[in-house]
C-alpha cells in the first residue's frame, strides 16, 4: 500500500519512537510516520492520534507495529495525511508495552547479529585477528550461534578449532545447507593436512596444503604458476561467482590490496584478462612491498605480451621485468610515452607495463586522436601502431616528422607484419626502431629506454 499523497513532511530523529508516538496520541494528530532503521523501513499511520495500521517486511497491522515500534536508532518522515484501511484495534498503550518487551528480549540477539557481521566482514577482509575476537566474544555470550560456530572454524588453522567448532555448528543447525557444506569441505581435504597452521583457499574457505597451486574443492588456480596458461580452467562457476561478490564487497568498503590480488585472480580463473589486469595492477601498485604481486602481474604481462594467440586476437601487450637500468628511476620519472594503438586491451597492458616503470601513458586509439594528444603535451618517446583506423602509421609518422617542433621525438613502431619490406618502409619513414608482435618484454623495455635516453639528441 502506497503512503499518501502527503501535505507536508517533517524529519526527525535522535528519540525514542515510542515517547513521540504518546506525544502523537496526546495531541490525537493525523499522520503517516515513515521510520527508518539501518537498511528497514517501515510506516505506522495515525487517525487523530490511534494507531490505525502498520506496514514493515512485508506484514502490516498489530504485528508490524510491534516490530517498528521496537527498532533502535530510528528516523523518521513525518507526512500530514493517512489514508489506510484500519487493521490495529489494540490500544496504542498496551502496543507501545509489547514493543518494549519485545525489544528487551531480543536487544542481544540485535547486538550479537551486529556483531556477527563486522566478524564476518573482518575475515572476508583478512582482518582475521579482529575477526577472531569479535567471534569470541559472541560465542562466550551465545554458545548456541551456529553461525558464529561456522566463520570461527573458516578462519581457524588448526584441527582441533576446526573440528571443535564444525562439530558445535553440526550440532545446533544439522540440517543447514551451509553448516553441511562446510562440514563436507574438511572431510575431503582433512587427510590430506600433514601440518597447522594450515592456509585456506582465498575463494571456498577449505583448508589448504602449504604448497597447493590449485583447490581441491573449488577447483580454483590460486595463483599464476608455471603451467596457469597451459591448464583449462574448470573451477565452480558458483563459488567464483560467489568470491567476486565478497571481495568487491570488501574494497568498496575499503582499499585493499589482498581483495584486489584475489579478485584479479579469481578473473583469470574465468579468462577475463581485463579485469584482472586491472586488480593486479591496483595490488601491485598499492602494496609495493609486497613483491609478490608484482612478480604475479609481470608474470601476467610477459605471457600477455609473447602471446601469439592473444594478439591475433585481442589481447597483446607490452612488458614489463626486473631491474634493467638503463635509466635511473629520477631519470624516468617526468618521461611520456604517447601509446598509439587502437586496441584498448593492448594500450592497457601496454600502460600497467611502463606506469610500473616510472613511466607517464598517453593514450591515442587512432590517428587523429594522436596528434590531438601531440597538441597537448609533448612526448618524449611514441609507440606507434602501423594497422590503426582512419589513417596508418606510416602517415601519422610522416604528419609527425614533417612538424619541427616534433620531428625529433624517437617512434617506434608496432606491427604484427614481419618482413624487410616493412622495416625498410618503417626506416624510410623516419622511425626509430621497428618491434614485430609478439616481442619479448624485456626488449621493449629494452628498446623504449634506450631510444628515449638518446631521443631527443638525434633526429629521426
Known sequence: ???????????????????????????????????????????????????????????????????????????????????????????????????????????????????????????????????????????????????????????????????????????????????????????????????????????????????????????????????????????????????IERYTRVIERENNSQAHYWLGIIYLNMDNYEEALNHLDFAATFAPKEKFYSKQLNVLLKHMASSGALFSSELPATANDTDSTVMSLHDKIRRKILVVEDSSTIRKVISITLSHKGYEIIEAGDGLEALSRLNEVKPDLILLDIILPKMDGYQILSIIRDNPEFKNIPVIMLTSKDGIINKVKGKIAGSSAYLTKPFDPAQLVETIERHIYHGNNQQA
Not at 32 to 41: E, F, M
Open 1 to 243: 500500500m502506497n503512503p499518501r499523497q502527503e501535505k507536508s513532511k517533517v524529519f526527525i530523529s535522535g528519540f525514542m519512537l515510542a515517547n513521540f508516538l504518546q506525544l502523537i496520541n496526546l495531541e490525537q494528530k493525523t499522520c503517516t510516520l515513515k521510520v527508518k532503521s539501518k537498511n528497514k523501513i517501515g510506516y505506522l499511520y495515525l487517525n487523530k492520534g490511534e494507531l490505525v495500521n502498520a506496514e514493515a517486511d512485508g506484514i502490516d497491522g498489530e504485528k508490524a507495529a510491534t516490530r517498528i515500534i521496537s527498532w533502535q536508532n530510528v528516523q523518521a518522515e513525518v507526512q500530514d495525511s493517512c489514508q489506510t484501511e484500519r487493521k490495529v484495534h489494540t490500544p496504542l498503550m498496551h502496543i507501545l508495552l509489547n514493543s518494549t518487551r519485545h525489544a528487551d528480549e531480543n536487544g542481544t540477539r540485535l547486538d550479537h547479529a551486529d556483531l556477527l557481521d563486522e566478524a564476518i566482514q573482518k575475515a572476508e577482509g583478512y582482518h582475521l585477528k579482529k575477526a577472531k575476537l569479535l567471534l569470541s566474544k559472541i560465542l562466550k555470550q551465545d554458545k548456541r550461534n551456529f553461525k558464529g560456530w561456522l566463520w570461527f572454524s573458516r578462519i581457524s588453522a588448526s584441527f582441533k578449532a576446526v573440528e571443535g567448532s564444525l562439530n558445535n555448528a553440526l550440532k545446533i543447525a544439522p540440517d543447514d545447507p551451509e553448516v553441511i557444506e562446510e562440514v563436507k569441505k574438511y572431510q575431503l581435504v582433512k587427510n590430506r593436512l600433514h601440518e597447522e597452521p594450515f592456509p585456506r583457499c582465498p575463494f571456498c574457505w577449505v583448508p589448504l596444503e602449504s604448497d597447493a597451486v590449485t583447490c581441491p574443492y573449488c577447483k580454483c588456480h590460486l595463483l599464476i604458476h608455471d603451467l596457469f596458461f597451459e591448464l583449462e580452467h574448470t573451477g565452480s562457476e558458483k563459488i567464483r561467482k560467489e568470491a
